[in-house]
């Protein structure tokens, strides 16, 4: 049995650092995630004004319920979704101008339905180039509250975003969604904000925050389940056995349900308390799955479906194609160079198993989750590469190491 240290999740830190930021008190975070991204939100936290102390294992934050400590400033979010979408709101409950970047990969993915809720909340929001993309500059005067809708269908941190700010406004916030992707993300963000004294109430499509602040405390950052995806692939796809400690029935994170669809592939899955493990049998099924709320896992079932006994059929995934890249159709591209037959729509992608696959350059688009899950498909192809195997330091820098250290223990 292989027991995988998974590092910390990148959405539950994303979150923990604004709630931190914005709580009355200095909070510390237990195991945060240590990645170009987290990274990323903290340097903008600290050019906001914000105290960010980091250490290895801790990282405490002075928070400002009042907001950003300084009158102005420059933020870069670099490829950092979050750290784009969460600090621009998060900047607007303060006072003072404030400019967001990214990096050019960040900057092609959208963000209106966001900036057009903060407008219609009063936000003196204008973006300097393309209308709904980075960069943007922020007048902030504070937010008074009230009525908003927004439409989720792209992505759900457009309302996480929303819901992380309702307690800083002056009346809180009640916020109508017409469409909402990948819910049990917005699970996450209403468990921890109750973790920092806030309680959100739901009134059929209409969720309900509250004013009156966060208060500061210790939050322990449990281990990434979209990381994780891969290393229960693995095992599913060599016949061996990858335990994930800190990841169990309790798991505030729904790509935890991944290991469902391996279980309907053939695998055997037990969720414990504080820990799952997944044991391959030697067989994978064919299975037809809607991956709508665990899309981040997409790529990884995709990276396994060759070794299935029957095609692989993926469904009510059309978000995946604004990602950090169009992950649908990448998954399609680098299957397809492996000799895998495929085919694609608008929202789904069916993969057929036929000849056995063959070694190939893997076409990343810069994007973390390429890489990782087509390293579990270089556990049975040799000769796969990638043009940049770099990218993972994104959400894991460690990755190839782990994996490698992994895969030789598989086998």
């Known amino acids: 049995m292989a027991l995988v240290d998974i590092p910390g999740s990148k959405s539950i830190t994303a979150r923990a650092l604004f709630l931190a930021a914005a709580a009355d008190g200095v909070t510390t975070l237990q195991r945060p995630l240590r990645s170009d991204d987290t990274e990323g939100f903290a340097e903008g936290l600290t050019r906001l004004g914000y105290r960010v102390g980091r250490t ?65 909340l009063g936000v003196d929001l204008r973006h300097g180039e393309a209308e709904g993309h980075h960069p943007l500059t922020v007048r902030a005067a504070g937010v008074e509250g009230g009525e908003v809708t927004l439409d989720a269908g792209q992505s759900s941190q457009y309302l996480t975003a929303l819901l992380l700010l309702g307690p ?35 009134e059929g499509d209409t969720y309900v925050v509250p004013p009156g602040g966060y208060r500061a405390t210790t939050y322990a950052i449990e281990p990434d389940a979209s990381t994780a995806s891969y290393f229960f692939a693995a095992a599913a796809l060599t016949g061996g056995e990858v335990t994930v400690p ?28 504080d820990r799952t493990t997944v044991s391959g049998t030697g067989a994978l099924h064919g299975v037809t799955v809607n991956m ?14 060759p070794f299935a006994s029957g095609p692989v059929r993926i469904e009510d995934v059309a978000n995946t194609r604004v990602k950090e890249c169009d992950r649908l159709e990448a998954c399609a591209e680098n299957l397809r160079r492996l000799g895998v037959a495929v085919a694609t729509g608008p929202d789904w992608i069916e993969i057929r198993p036929g ?16 890489v990782m899950s087509f390293a579990v498909t270089g556990l049975r192809v040799p000769g796969i590469s990638f043009d940049d195997p770099g990218c993972v330091r994104k959400t894991f820098p460690g990755f190839h190491e782990a994996f490698a250290e992994l895969g030789q223990r598989l086998r």
């Open 56 to 120: 290895p294992d801790a990282w405490q934050v002075d928070g400002r319920p009042q907001g950003p400590a300084l009158a102005e400033a420059d933020v870069y979010c670099r490829d950092g979704a979050t750290t784009a979408r969460f600090l621009p709101t998060l900047a607007a409950a303060g006072h003072g101008v404030y400019r967001f970047d990214a990096s050019p990969q960040m900057r092609r993915r959208p963000l209106l339905p966001l900036t057009r809720a903060l407008r219609d």
């Open 168 to 202: 800083l406004t002056r009346t809180g916030l009640r916020i109508t969604v017409t469409d909402l992707v990948s819910a049990p993300y917005v699970e996450i963000t209403i468990a921890m904000m109750r973790a920092f004294g806030v309680e959100v109430g739901r």
């Open 246 to 273: 800190g990841l169990g029935a309790g798991a505030l994170q729904g790509d935890l349900r991944f290991v469902d669809v391996l279980r309907r592939m053939g695998a055997r899955v037990d969720v414990g308390a």
């Open 292 to 305: 709508r709320d665990v899309s981040d896992t997409m790529p990884t079932l995709a990276a396994i479906a």
């Open 355 to 370: 000849a056995a696959p063959t070694g190939a350059d893997v076409k990343t688009y810069g994007d973390h989750r390429i």
